[in-house]
T-cell receptor, first 114, second 112 residues
Framework: ETGVTQTPRHLVMGMTNKKSLKCEQH?????MYWYKQSAKKPLELMFV???????ENNSVPSRFSPECPNSSHLFLHLHTLQPEDSALYLC?????????????FGDGTRLSIL | SQELEQSPQSLIVQEGKNLTINCTSS?????LYWYKQKYGEGLIFLMM?????EEKSHEKITAKLDEKKQQSSLHITASQPSHAGIYLC????????????FGTGTRLQVTL
């Protein structure tokens, strides 16, 4: 049990579908992150939220839309994705986004685009 | 952008043997994080190193940071099957720890 829960664990969707990934943390952290992990590529940071405010968008295509309604929840809304978007999407949280605190990760959502 | 190179890319060791994994950065390191990942799962935090020369240990795993060489090493003593997985280093090049860059990982297998 990591303290960071991601749902669903697996998702298969067509390119025209709209779906959302959910991340929830009960660690009392104030910063949350979305990462993409593709085969044979380094883990890529997508978005950073600190106290519900987006502080980093790492040039992510607009077909990925994050939402952070509060410090405990983070969503990633998906629409009109491409086959190359198939990957493991990992959520992480840390106590703060501006200090030297380790990030704690969820188990990820494995996304497959048909 | 910062790049992290991990070596070796993969490693097979016999149970009981020692091993070392290296992580070298192309830029100044403000902090270095080691994580372990099992296939298809999330990352488990192992250790965080912040100061040059810092060394930390947890059970049979020791990590060191050589700030001048912009390098960190992870050493496992007397490896066990439970050590198998992918080891990832993550580096902070901004001093805020919010924007981490990760290496491609080292896949470790431990044989009986």
């Amino acid at each position: 049990e990591t303290g960071v829960t991601q749902t669903p664990r697996h998702l298969v969707m067509g390119m025209t579908n709209k779906k959302s990934l959910k991340c929830e943390q009960h660690l009392g952290h104030n910063a949350m992150y979305w990462y993409k992990q593709s085969a044979k590529k380094p883990l890529e940071l997508m978005f950073v939220y600190n106290f519900k405010e987006q502080t980093e968008n790492n040039s992510v295509p607009s077909r990925f839309s994050p939402e952070c309604p509060n410090s405990s929840h983070l969503f990633l809304h998906l629409h009109t994705l491409q086959p190359e978007d198939s990957a493991l999407y990992l959520c992480a949280s840390s106590l703060t986004g501006d200090g030297n605190q380790p990030q704690h990760f969820g188990d990820g959502t494995r996304l497959s685009i048909l | 952008s910062q790049e992290l190179e991990q070596s070796p890319q993969s490693l097979i060791v016999q149970e009981g043997k020692n091993l070392t994994i290296n992580c070298t950065s192309s830029k100044t390191l403000y902090g270095l994080y080691w994580y372990k990942q099992k296939y298809g799962e999330g990352l488990i935090f192992l250790m965080m190193l912040q100061k040059g020369g810092e060394e930390k240990s947890h059970e049979k795993i020791t990590a060191k940071l050589d700030e001048k060489k912009q390098q960190s090493s992870l050493h496992i003593t007397a490896s066990q099957p439970s050590h198998a997985g992918i080891y990832l280093c993550g580096a902070d090049s901004t001093g805020t720890a919010s924007k981490l860059t990760f290496g491609t990982g080292t896949r470790l297998q431990v044989t009986l």
